[in-house]
């Protein structure tokens, strides 16, 4: 028992972890930082240890990390230590602590859930002492901690990371000040919580939330009014708080009091609230599951992970006001590309109306429903996106037929909320929903809204305040000349979607963002529906609408850029407008309408070949010196401490939102351009930039954009993507998928050629099991590609044998053609004759009898070796176990029944090619007067290790199963009979009589006639016991007569 201890995996000091995690590669690498620091400073005084560290970072970039690092960690995990760590760090830091700063970063995104309690509260300490240095770029750190404070959860935790970040914020209100974007993302959070922190126990915390916003409204509104519209929302709900009410009258009613520039609160109503803040209410981990969902999981899979969800975050009583963030965040962050909305992911109106149903109280449940149509009530189409007001739509139309009481609580909800919502501004809100609807119809999100507003399962009343509100939209629908293929996969859709239960059904109509113009194959798309692709006149880039959001210097370069033609112009003012970006005074505001700008005079660029018809350095280097390229080339050639790497990486991810076709383009140029020979892990960096976060999404949403656009060039990316990120790409069949559904036989034969020359390796011996079983739903094609591949490799096939116990001889022909020409190469093992005999018997499946009988001609001593041993084994289970596990089990499970059935087909498969060779009766010893391959095939049940087991399993096995398999068995008699007589006498009678089964003695008249009479029976008759050796002894192993 006091052994445990020494077996046990050490504790990191940084992470909770257990048993079974593997070790955390960002603590093992500050860990070795730690080590770093203590054998500089080990033994020496203060003065002494501080020179030593400040020397050492004078060495070079790597010494300067470590030594920060090291720094930090002792920081995180020794309190003691902590005031001497930070005064060493400010000390000896030489790049205005940006390498803390972005590990700090990196901690709040990843690791802050699994950070142990005394990490978390230095974490949030070390932040404190930044804030109080006035360290630059920690305003960034702060609203990632923002982030980390979950709404709905008033567990401990959560409210202790609260109250520190807002005494933070208290205490430093100087610096809070010049930072206009932390002003407003601390506002909208703290508005926000004060909702859940309600209960008596919570009213200190909740006063102090109060005080702050009320302050920083009246004090610095003017950097609240970019919030926008959700602002007002945020300000209505928490409206009845005294302090509240008093600030929510001047907003409404005097709202000069609150800035002179403020006109009032149709202003901010008729702004579009930044997806940045509507992302901010959730922490790294539910944005990540929540697009995990809406770009992975498929429709009508979703459940399990609804489910998780919402053990989750949404179970207690307290998540109830969660539903809104997340509402929020999927009608104004996740916007689906066309590729995504076209396919059967998860589309969003589904997870919204899970949200809807989930509501456990009247006024979360209104609140929600304000939440999905906020965006409707001052809905402008030259301003705000179609994305925004698409779900709510989308949910009303689907839940019609599966449940028509959430579209008629919705539709009621639509048509209150416009006398109701602000009497005063009524005829705009009026305007705004017709807004909405209009744009809908202009956009094809449905062809017409009469079956919506005029069903026969919606009451009456509803249904009349329907015609009364929008009598437009209730008119009966013109017939569809320009909309046929429209309806018809309407009707398509509708009648598979009949057939799902309680689950959400799949869009009719698919749109893309605003931002995207193009299709997969540079086309344009009239309404962006995806049934309908026509091609369009090309028209040139417009960036009008986002012109006027750039500064005078920036709009001059970005106007020169779209008017430039020639190449080498476009190269020079795209750097001009990278270096705009790099400087310190850049306003990083602009970043957004910079990226749509570019996105359109690129537009061009996305849509032709990338990689080069002939693939030479020179072509490679060619196809690399364009424009859109200069921003990949800067990032490349600057160290990633350098404070314009991050910037520049902002502003890659995003032109990534507006064009999702950058990823691939990145990878790309890392691996044709020689100036990024060996900085293929910048795409790491580049995708946890991007709003998704997680570099296994972004790469393989990436190769799947590439795949759709150019095979060719998915294939010349991917040996440098497996080599790169093998975590990534090996641990499933997600990617091998992508390729091999769209490679042709020319090119499947290159990628073997790379693999067998060693520069790609697309399987590893602990996850190709895996992926072999996931590609057995694929295509037939797709299934020969992927075993071809495998085959290419050196893995052993023991790896794989497992695979055996889930094919079925009708469903996976592929799988078990591929496994039947390499096990005949094979010399067999015990553990593949175990998996070959676990298969169920069936008349049609051939493979084990195939199989057997090859290996039983060339390796015949072998095979019965372990034969027994698997007979010897599963004879000495109890028989009840054996069919209970056979039973219950889903893979096939090697029984004794199934070896023995498997045997015995083998038997009449040897006996059914007599008719076409003759046979030399076998010795127990294997003797044979002649050497055919049949007759070495037949051999294997003359070894004496099978016949030893058919005897020892007839002499424990109940009477049915010797009568089912006497033939079988028969083989044991007579080897038991051989064994009973004398050595000499046998050898002799082998000599003499081939056909003498009785050695020296003369047979007894009994003995001959019994003989005579089996040998005239028919094959198929049921012969008594004596008869049955006689007659087994004939059909297997005697001469014709």
Not at 983 to 990: E, G
């Amino acid at each position: 028992m006091e052994a445990a201890p020494v077996k046990a995996k050490p504790q990191g000091r940084l992470l909770v972890s257990t048993q079974l995690d593997a070790k955390d590669e960002l603590e093992e690498k500050l860990e070795r930082c730690v080590g770093v620091v203590h054998s500089l400073t080990n033994g020496l005084s203060e003065r002494e240890a501080n020179d030593a560290l400040t020397a050492n970072v004078c060495k070079g970039q790597q010494q300067h990390e470590e030594v920060c690092l090291g720094l930090l960690a002792l920081l995180l995990t020794e309190p003691a230590q902590a005031q001497r760590c930070y005064r060493d760090l400010t000390l000896v830091n030489r790049d205005g602590m940006n390498v803390v700063l972005v590990k700090i970063n990196q901690i709040l995104m990843e690791k802050f859930l699994k950070l142990q309690d005394v990490p978390r509260k230095q974490l949030v300490w070390l932040v404190r002492e930044l804030v109080k240095s006035g360290v630059m770029a920690t305003d960034g750190v702060v609203m990632t901690l923002l982030k980390q404070i979950a709404g709905g959860d008033v567990s401990a935790k959560n409210l202790w990371l609260a109250e520190s970040v807002l005494d933070i914020l208290l205490e430093q209100k100087e610096w809070l000040a010049k930072s206009g974007m932390l002003i407003a993302m601390s506002v909208y959070t703290y508005l926000r919580l004060i909702v859940d922190h309600g209960a008596p126990n919570l009213l200190a915390l909740r006063q102090k939330e109060v005080d702050f916003c009320i302050g920083m409204l009246r004090e610095k509104f003017l950097e609240c009014v970019i919030i926008g519209r959700d602002l007002v929302r945020l300000l209505q709900n928490v409206a009845r708080i005294p302090e509240m009410d008093l600030l929510w009258r001047d907003l409404l009613h005097n709202p000069q009091v609150l800035s002179p520039q403020f006109t009032g609160v149709l202003q901010l109503l008729t702004a579009r609230t930044s997806r940045k803040f509507l992302a901010c209410r959730l922490t790294p981990d539910m944005e990540t599951k929540l697009l995990f969902m809406t770009s992975r999981v498929r429709f009508g899979q979703q459940k399990r992970y609804q489910d998780w969800f919402q053990r989750q975050y949404l179970s207690m009583a307290e998540s109830q006001s969660l539903r809104c963030d997340l509402i929020r965040y999927i009608c104004g962050v996740v916007h689906p590309s066309n590729e995504v909305l076209s396919s059967d992911i998860l589309p969003r109106w589904a997870i919204i109306g899970w949200l809807l149903t989930t509501c456990t109280s009247n006024v979360a449940a209104s609140n929600a429903k304000l939440a999905l149509f906020y965006d409707w009530l001052f809905f402008n189409p030259d301003k705000d996106s179609i994305m925004n007001i698409e779900p709510a739509i989308l949910v009303m139309h689907h839940s019609m037929k599966p449940h028509p009481a959430i579209t008629a609580t919705l539709l009621d909800f639509m048509c209150r909320i416009i006398p109701h919502f602000f009497p005063p501004l009524e005829v705009q809100v009026r305007q705004g929903v017709f807004n909405s609807l209009t744009f809908i119809m202009e956009k094809r999100v449905l062809a017409h809204l009469a079956p919506l507003f005029d069903n026969p399962k919606l009451d009456r009343e509803l249904r009349s305040m329907l015609r009364e509100r929008f009598p437009e939209f209730c008119g009966a629908p013109s017939p569809p000349t320009e909309v046929k293929m429209e309806e018809m996969a309407s009707m398509e859709m509708e009648h598979m979607l009949d057939k799902e239960e309680g689950c959400y059904d799949n869009t009719e109509a698919a749109f893309s963002d605003d931002e995207e113009e193009v299709n997969s194959k540079g086309k344009k798309r009239e309404f962006r529906f995806h049934p309908i692709r026509e091609a369009v006149a090309e028209e040139p880039a417009d960036i009008t609408p986002w012109l006027h959001q750039l500064e005078d210097t920036m709009r001059d370069k970005v106007v020169q850029l779209q008017k430039s033609s020639d190449t080498e112009t476009q190269c020079e003012v795209m750097q001009d407008i990278v270096d705009l970006i790099l400087e310190e005074d850049f306003d990083t505001e602009q970043m957004s309408a910079l990226a749509s700008c570019l996105a359109e005079i690129f537009k061009e660029h996305f849509r032709g070949d990338v990689l080069p018809e002939d693939i030479t350095d020179e072509s490679l280097e060619e196809s690399v010196c364009k424009a859109v390229c200069l921003v990949f080339r800067n990032l490349v050639t600057m160290q990633e401490d350098n404070s314009g790497f991050s910037v520049l990486l902002d502003m890659l991810a995003e032109l990534y939102q507006k064009q999702p076709k950058i990823g691939y383009h990145l990878l790309y140029y890392l691996k044709a351009s020689k100036a990024a020979n060996g900085k293929m892990m910048l795409y790491e960096s580049f995708a946890q930039a991007t709003a998704l976060g997680d570099l296994h999404t972004c790469l393989m949403m990436d190769m799947k954009a590439c795949q759709e656009d150019d095979v060719r060039l998915l294939c010349y990316l991917t040996p440098s993507i497996y080599s790169e990120f093998p975590d990534e790409t090996l641990r499933s069949g997600e990617l091998l998928n992508m390729i091999v559904a769209v490679i042709d036989s020319t090119q499947l034969q290159e990628l073997m050629c790379h693999v067998m020359m060693g520069n790609l390796v697309m399987f590893r011996k602990d996850s190709v099991l895996n992926i072999l079983i996931q590609s057995l739903d694929w295509e037939t094609f797709e299934q020969y590609s992927t075993w071809q591949l495998f085959l290419a490799h050196s893995i052993p096939l023991e790896a794989i044998i497992p695979i055996l116990q889930h094919l079925k001889y009708k469903e996976h022909p592929e799988a078990l053609s591929c496994l039947l020409l390499q096990l005949r190469r094979e010399k067999p093992s015990e553990e593949m004759v175990k998996m070959v005999l676990s298969r169920p018997c069936h008349s049609e499946d051939q493979f084990t009898t195939s199989l057997l009988r090859h290996w039983a001609s060339k390796h015949d001593d072998t095979l019965a070796e372990h034969i027994k041993a698997q007979l010897i084994k599963n004879n000495n289970q109890p028989r009840k176990r054996q069919s209970l596990r056979s039973s219950s089990s889903k893979l096939a499970q090697l029984t004794l029944e199934q070896i023995l059935e498997h045997l015995d087909n083998l038997r009449l498969s040897l006996n059914n090619t007599k008719n076409s060779c003759q046979y030399t009766r076998l010795s127990v010893r294997g003797q044979t007067d002649g050497r055919s391959t049949d007759v070495s095939v037949c051999s294997v049940f003359s070894q004496t290790p099978i016949l030893q087991a058919l005897q020892h399993v007839q002499a424990s096995c109940d009477e049915g199963h010797k009568m089912r398999f006497s033939d079988l068995f028969a083989l044991a008699e007579e080897y038991e009979d051989s064994q009973a007589k004398p050595p000499k006498s046998r050898r002799k009678a082998a000599a003499t009589s081939p056909r003498s089964r009785k050695g020296a003695a003369p047979p007894s008249n009994n003995e001959e006639e019994s003989a005579s009479s089996s040998a005239s029976e028919e094959e198929d008759s049921k012969p008594k016991a004596p008869k049955r050796k006689r007659k087994c002894s004939s059909a297997v192993a005697s001469d014709s007569d």
